[in-house]
């Protein structure tokens, strides 16, 4: 068992000590050129890719490969982003591999259709598939974590996130984007062992991290998700790219970017209460392009989210069932492939001659199954509550 990140830290260091940076940057599409003038840019402010990487280094790179999606659909990070930062760190004298461990499939069909295959070919990168853990000692909530070797040995992680709403978590971004680093089924074991709570699945979060902190975290929020993501949402054009050493703050700057209330932010309230590095606005410090020339927006959000109005816990206790939201096959789209069945992980979904059923006494509402689904053929039922609110809401905005 191994403690720690390897670098003699505890696991967990306090907020108030550090001042991050976060550098934000413009960009238009995903032409290969051009992302290479912008990520250039992008890492200026910071000191440029040779601030993170010295000649010899083995890097990793670990782009978003939740599934086998088109790049277009922004479920997955962008090939472009991912063969410029290669092609960087190359020429910075690092041995450039990729890697991922994708929520459902085969690896090599993932690569391939959501363009990782290519960009490491292109790029003349080592493609490898996370296959062999390790196992590290926790901080004492989990006592033990098994993550992938080839991630855990490399000398440094470039994280490459994509910036998405995410039904359980509401946002996933840089933090989330390390939870690939856990080896396939091993995921839905952790989903099990969270149960409902976000705020245990936050701190599971936070610990992978620490465990292995990566070099640098660059976000595809060129094209980023809105809606029902992390599997099914709608592509929205931020037209940005971000960039910091510290996960929390990059996320916290991505959070306020997508205009999400930081209520709703599950990670960033576990990283406040354990006063970690980066998870205060005001010890981070924002560079590249002037705040007042970040765009306004406002994404929205995932329909199952819990939404609880800040009202009292007697309250939401005595109102829970209408609340809550739970996932619902639509019998249109559903074919009965059984992808949900055998993801979930309290195994709440059972199809018999061809119907599906989904027992919501046990479902933790992770939303696995809703992410996975390769028909987008999991829906949200809305708690009684949320629905009668939304007619308001559609009526008064008439
Ligand atoms: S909901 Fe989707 S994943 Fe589940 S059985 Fe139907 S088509 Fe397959
Ligand atoms: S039914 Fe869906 S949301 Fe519920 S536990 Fe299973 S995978 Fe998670």
């Known amino acids: 068992m191994i403690k720690g990140d390897g670098s003699g830290h505890p696991l967990f260091l306090l907020c108030e000590d550090y001042l991050e940076s976060v550098s934000v940057a413009t960009s238009t599409g995903y032409e290969y050129s051009q992302l290479r003038r912008d990520v250039i840019k992008l890492l200026e402010p910071l000191g440029g890719i040779s601030t993170f990487i010295s000649k010899g280094d083995k890097v990793l790179l670990k782009p978003n490969m939740l599934a086998a999606k088109e790049p277009d659909l922004a479920v997955t990070t962008h090939p472009a982003l991912v063969q410029v930062v290669a092609g960087l760190v190359m020429e910075a004298g690092g041995i450039v591999s990729i890697g991922d461990s994708p929520g459902y499939g085969n690896y090599q069909r993932v690569a391939g259709k959501c363009g990782i295959s290519s960009a490491a070919r292109n790029s003349g990168a080592t493609l490898i598939e996370f296959n062999e853990a390790i196992e590290l000692k926790g901080s004492g909530t989990f006592r ?19 910036l998405k709403t995410h039904e359980m978590m509401t946002m996933t971004c840089a933090v989330k984007n390390l939870f690939g680093a856990v080896i396939g089924a091993e995921k839905a074991a952790w989903h099990l062992k969270a149960g409902r709570s976000r705020e245990l699945f936050a701190q599971l979060l936070l610990e992978i991290y620490q465990l292995k902190k ?161 028909y987008n053929a999991m829906s949200t039922k809305r708690g009684l509550l949320l629905r009668t609110l ?9």
């Not at 995932?302 to 939401?316: E, H, K, N, R």
């Not at 007619?391 to 008439?398: D, E, F, G």
């Open 214 to 374: 990566p070099a640098l975290n660059i976000v595809d929020a060129v094209y980023a998700m809105e809606g029902n993501g992390p599997g099914s949402g709608d592509p929205i054009k931020l037209g940005l790219l971000l960039a910091g050493e510290n996960p929390v703050a990059v996320d916290l700057i991505a959070g306020r970017l997508a205009g999400i209330p930081a209520n709703l932010l599950h990670i960033e309230r576990k990283a406040v209460e354990l006063r970690l590095p980066g998870a205060l606005r005001e010890h981070i410090a924002l560079c590249g392009i002037p705040v007042e020339m970040l765009p306004a927006v406002r994404f929205k959000l995932p329909a199952g989210l819990d939404v609880q109005f800040g009202l009292p816990s007697i309250l939401v206790k005595a109102l829970k069932a209408h609340l809550t939201s739970f996932p619902e096959a639509d019998k249109n789209k559903c074919i009965a492939c059984g992808v949900c069945r055998d993801a979930c992980p309290p195994a709440a979904i059972t199809i018999q001659n061809s119907a599906l059923s989904i027992d919501n006494a046990r479902c933790i509402r992770c939303w696995c199954c809703r992410e996975l689904c390769p």
């Open 144 to 162: 033990s974590i098994h993550l992938a070797r080839s991630y855990y040995e490399a000398d440094k992680i470039i994280n490459l996130p994509k």
């Open 390 to 398: 939304d007619q308001l809401s559609k009526i008064t905005n008439r």
